[in-house]
């Protein structure tokens, strides 16, 4: 992993959002690093709507596979205790959940590969399927709250 990814893991693993309140342990490493992957993704889309620092996506793109690969230890079973937002899918269909982390990994390597070819359009269009997969596993393994 490079040092940027390295240091993107450490972020996403100490940030603390109010919504959380009350999480504790792998419930609570696991919300602080989905939501800090949400607002590296949002940050991404910024970035190709305006057409600016294309370059920086590849180590963005790095901070998602690290993730992704971390995502199916993040939902060990007996943690789907109260203020998850894990659907116990995740628990009932564990293949198809580690599925969805894969395919979140596939694209986001996908995309790499596309701003090291500098490809501005490429990127835009493997971005939206990298936040397809994202939304996919969303719709099957999460909780939306009301």
């Known amino acids: 992993m490079t040092r940027l990814a390295s240091a993107i ?3 996403i693993l100490c940030v603390s959002a109010p919504a959380h309140e009350g999480a504790t342990g792998i419930v609570k490493e696991r919300m602080d690093a989905m939501k800090a992957l949400g607002a590296l993704t949002k ?7 305006g057409n600016r620092n294309l ?10 596979i690290a993730t992704a ?3 199916p ?3 060990p079973a007996g943690s789907a205790q109260k203020p998850t937002e894990a659907a116990p899918a995740i628990w009932t269909d564990p293949e198809g959940f580690a599925a969805s982390a894969v395919a979140m990994r596939k694209m986001a390597e996908a995309l790499k590969v ?3 070819a500098g490809e501005p359009a490429g990127i835009a269009a493997q971005f939206r399927l990298l936040a397809q997969s994202c939304k996919s596993c969303h719709q099957g ?3 939306i709250p009301k």
């Open 114 to 116: 596309k701003v090291e």
């Open 69 to 71: 690969d971390r995502i």
């Open 55 to 64: 370059p920086s996506l590849s180590a963005d793109a790095d901070a998602i």
């Open 73 to 75: 230890a993040w939902f």
């Open 9 to 11: 893991m450490v972020v």
């Open 43 to 49: 940050d991404m889309a910024d970035k190709i709507k």
């Open 141 to 143: 393994y999460r909780i």
